[in-house]
């Protein structure tokens, strides 16, 4: 049975750092393309980062290129999302999710992924 689970979220000050981690259990998640999502109360859903299955493709929104970094830990079967230079409106909800479609030049769609972790909250405020 496929499992995520996000963990890392919280808190911040606005210019603070945060990782988000994915940890999947029941596959081995460097086979499955992962994205990251964030949804704050009373918006739709958005896509923030992916990387594609073999890590041809990864995408970054604009709002969060140069400050988000994604990347895999094989050795730990997480995706993980190292996030810098916080703002206020990163505060959401976010979600990792895999199976779906991940290009370097689109954000990725939620309808087209089939497995979801809880989420995490992070919070950037002062």
């Known amino acids: 049975q496929v499992q995520l689970v996000e963990s890392g979220g919280g808190s911040v000050q606005p210019g603070g750092s945060l990782r988000l981690s994915c940890q999947a259990s029941?596959?081995?998640?460097?086979?499955?393309?992962v994205a990251w999502f964030r949804q704050a109360p009373g918006k739709e859903r958005e896509g923030v980062s992916c990387?594609?299955?073999?890590?041809?493709?990864?995408y970054y929104s604009d709002s969060v290129r140069g400050r988000f970094t994604i990347s895999r830990d094989d050795a730990k079967n997480t995706v993980d999302l190292q996030m810098t230079a916080l703002k206020p409106e990163d505060s959401a909800a976010y979600y990792c999710?895999?199976?779906?479609?991940?290009?370097?030049?689109?954000?990725?769609?939620?309808?087209?992924?089939?497995?979801w972790g809880q989420g995490t909250q992070v919070t950037v405020s002062s």
């Open positions: 990387v594609s299955g073999v890590d041809a493709d990864i």
């Open positions: 999710a895999i199976d779906g479609f991940c290009y370097s030049d689109t954000s990725p769609l939620p309808r087209d992924f089939d497995y």
């Open positions: 029941g596959i081995t998640l460097k086979h499955y393309t």
